[in-house]
């Protein structure tokens, strides 16, 4: 069946950096995307979502960008902290109804 | 704000046996949903509710069961609990949006299940 993928398993960034995490995604026909964030030991946190009439949504040091040519979601952490040293996951949703699919998870890993 | 509380935390089992991983959410929202997680897979979707009264599978429904008979509870019962089913479970609501679209999904803290 068709699901969430991400290009890298770990992603390792200096503090005070950008960071950018990609994410695949196959299902053509997917209407609403989420990034949520996962610390040790904890349930996944939302962080920001993005419907596929969008090709770019803004939060609080967060962007996602939508690019529904290729399907490719990224999630850009402007100024990352050690705080944001988590697993992300991208997870897409089709229809109405509480499915999710998600992505394996990428490590970030914040460098003092 | 209590938001999705699941209970336990952490349970042991013995093969063959049985248990309810119970999941209550306050938001008054319309969906739920159960995943479990294991290393390298991310999260896989075993069940899901789209309202008080309606269930449907989800990618790894085997060996699982769910019922919703209000808006608040969702239990996930396993039947007969076997090693392949060790893993960290979550339960996670979202409310019907305008137009029946879909919003954030909100996820308990999770329960960590050994089966030996």
């Known amino acids: 069946g068709e699901s969430v993928g991400l290009h890298l398993p770990t992603l390792s960034v200096q503090e005070g950096d950008n960071s950018i995490i990609n994410c695949a995604y196959s299902n053509s026909a997917s209407d609403y995307f989420i990034w949520y964030k996962q610390e040790s030991g904890k349930g996944p946190q939302f962080i920001i979502d993005?419907?596929?009439?969008?090709d770019k949504r803004q939060g609080q040091r967060v962007t996602v960008l939508l690019n529904k040519t290729v399907k490719h979601l990224s999630l850009q952490i402007a100024a990352t902290q050690p705080g944001d040293s988590a697993v992300y996951f991208c997870a897409e949703n089709l229809g109405a109804n509480s499915k999710l699919t998600f992505g394996k998870g990428i490590t970030l890993s914040v460098r003092p | 704000n209590a938001g999705v509380t699941q209970t336990p935390k952490f349970q042991v089992l013995k093969t063959g046996q049985s248990m309810t991983l119970q999941c209550a959410q306050d938001m008054n929202h319309e969906y739920m949903s159960w995943y479990r997680q294991d290393p390298g897979m991310g999260l896989r979707l075993i069940h899901y509710s789209v309202g008080a009264g309606i269930t449907d599978q989800g990618e790894v429904p085997n060996g699982y069961n769910v019922s919703r008979s209000t808006t608040e509870d969702f239990p996930l019962r396993l039947l007969s609990a076997a090693p392949s089913q060790t893993s960290v479970y979550f339960c996670?609501?979202?409310?019907?949006?305008?137009?029946?679209?879909?919003?954030?999904?909100?996820f308990g803290q999770g329960t960590r299940l050994t089966v030996v």
């Open positions: 993005i419907r596929s009439n969008m």
């Open positions: 996670a609501s979202s409310a019907r949006g305008a137009k029946r679209r879909n919003t954030e999904a909100f």
